[in-house]
T-cell receptor, first 113, second 115 residues
């Protein structure tokens, strides 16, 4: 059974700091990796996706992928109170399962002003 | 791009009635859509995969006769909760994928309350 593990948190950081969110996955054949942000009472919003080993940067967000160690992380620089949300890591196997995603349970991030 | 809408956003119904939820991809065609359910403070639970022009694929433990899915066009999938009961009260969210890597974009969700 494919598993995606995340620390449930809460992770608390001060405003302006770097927030680091981590995720490990069990299926070594996984091809695509996603980070979603979910505010309380809202649906998930895609913020980053990464397919290749290494770093991918988009504004204040950087996704890091290490397939050998089976982990993917998300760094949020200059954290803002508006970044306070649950961050979901998701993994798929690249198409063999109709692009179904396996989600972690999410990490709750709180950014303190 | 990659906008998914859902209607209604919120619905209250009486026990025993049926409720239909619509999911639309607004700016792209979606041959596959997904339906999730989320209870308070819990993670997303995939209910079924909706395939345009064919039967939906349900996850283990999801009653296909209770949660009817119809994907009649490349931009519309519907979920009908039949004979709803209070335990069906939940946040129902659809998604559609677009992109080579299967990025899923979520609709805003439908909050169902069964009284």
């Amino acid at each position: 059974q494919k598993e995606v593990e995340q620390n449930s948190g809460p992770l608390s950081v001060p405003e302006g700091a770097i927030a680091s969110l981590n995720c490990t996955y069990s299926d070594r054949g996984s091809q695509s990796f996603f980070w979603y942000r979910q505010y309380s009472g809202k649906s998930p919003e895609l913020i980053m996706f990464i397919y290749s080993n290494g770093d991918k940067e988009d504004g204040r967000f950087t996704a890091q992928l290490n397939k050998a160690s089976q982990y993917v992380s998300l760094l949020i620089r200059d954290s803002q109170p508006s970044d306070s949300a649950t961050y979901l890591c998701a993994v798929n196997d690249g198409g063999g399962s109709n692009y179904k995603l396996t989600f972690g349970k999410g990490t709750l991030l709180t950014v303190n002003p | 791009g990659a906008v998914v809408s859902q209607h209604p956003s919120r619905v209250i119904c009486k026990s025993g009635t049926s409720v239909k939820i619509e999911c639309r991809s607004l700016d792209f065609q979606a041959t596959t859509m997904f339906w999730y359910r989320q209870f308070p403070k819990q993670s997303l639970m995939l209910m079924a995969t909706s395939n345009e022009g064919s039967k939906a694929t349900y996850e283990q433990g999801v009653e296909k006769d209770k949660f009817l899915i119809n994907h009649a066009s490349l931009t519309l999938s519907t979920l009908t909760v039949t004979s709803a009961h209070p335990e069906d009260s939940s946040f129902y969210i659809c998604s559609a994928f677009q992109g080579a890597g299967g990025e899923q974009y979520f609709g805003p969700g439908t909050r169902l309350t069964v009284t």
